[in-house]
């Protein structure tokens, strides 16, 4: 399981960083969930992700379990961070 805190650098925001975010997860097989504040939602969820919502400059603890889940965090943290 990977634990990380991730500041959100992208530069998309709104309903197309969410989509974005949610059309990346959804590419891998390990269970993927976000946590903002004080609630986490899976990360495959559109509804779920538009719930916390997503802004630039916002820190999230990204928890990522399974077996591509080194290659999901790669792939997410660089989406979030503008790379």
Aim: glycine share 8%.
């Amino acid at each position: 399981m990977i634990v990380k805190n991730v500041e959100v650098k992208a530069t998309d925001n709104g309903a197309h960083l969410i989509a974005m975010l949610v059309q990346l997860a959804s590419q891998f097989k390990s269970k993927i969930n976000i946590k903002k504040d004080d609630k986490m939602v899976n990360a495959k969820s559109i509804m779920g992700m538009m719930a916390i919502g997503l802004t630039p400059g916002q820190s999230i603890e990204v928890n990522i379990d399974g077996e591509d889940e080194n290659a999901a965090i790669e792939s997410i943290e660089n989406y979030l961070q503008g790379k």
